[in-house]
């Protein structure tokens, strides 16, 4: 079975597609459909995160108790306010999805 990486880097501009990668891992962990799945946040859909409450109630209430990476760079370097993603681990994942990857976990960016 398969480890899965999603990416969700899309942001306003394409924020069907960011909702798409959320619910396709969602689902992938609802159906056992891998082995583990991890979900990160960057660029473009942090601000999608921080600024569109619809969105962000729509990862939360899909991921569970799952709580995603968020990073961390990004989110000081515009302010991110921590309250909008506390559901989230805020972490450096730069270095964490070159070692997710090295894992054996496939990268799915949307």
Same mark, same amino acid.
């Given at each position: 079975?398969?480890?899965?990486?999603v990416?969700?880097?899309?942001?306003?501009?394409?924020?069907?597609?960011a909702?798409?990668?959320?619910?396709?891992?969602?689902?992938?962990?609802?159906?056992k459909?891998?082995?583990?799945?991890?979900?990160?946040?960057?660029?473009?859909?942090?601000d999608?995160l921080?600024? $569109?409450k619809?969105?962000? !109630?729509? =990862?939360? %209430?899909? *991921?569970? +108790?799952?709580?995603?990476?968020?990073?961390?760079?990004?989110?000081d370097?515009?302010?991110?306010p921590r309250?909008?993603? $506390?559901?989230?681990?805020? !972490?450096? =994942?730069? %270095?964490? *999805?070159n +070692?997710?990857?090295?894992?054996?976990?496939?990268?799915?960016?949307?």
């Open positions: 079975m398969s480890k899965l990486l990416i969700i880097s899309s942001g306003k501009e394409a924020k069907e597609k909702l798409t990668g959320v619910m396709f891992a969602a689902n992938s962990m609802k159906f459909w891998a082995e583990s799945v991890e979900i990160v946040f960057i660029g473009p859909s942090q999608l921080v600024e $569109d619809h969105f962000r !109630e729509a =990862v939360t %209430s899909s *991921i569970g +108790e799952y709580k995603p990476l968020v990073c961390k760079f990004i989110a370097s515009k302010n991110h309250e909008k993603l $506390d559901f989230a681990r805020v !972490e450096y =994942v730069g %270095s964490m *999805i +070692e997710l990857i090295s894992e054996g976990y496939i990268p799915l960016v949307f």
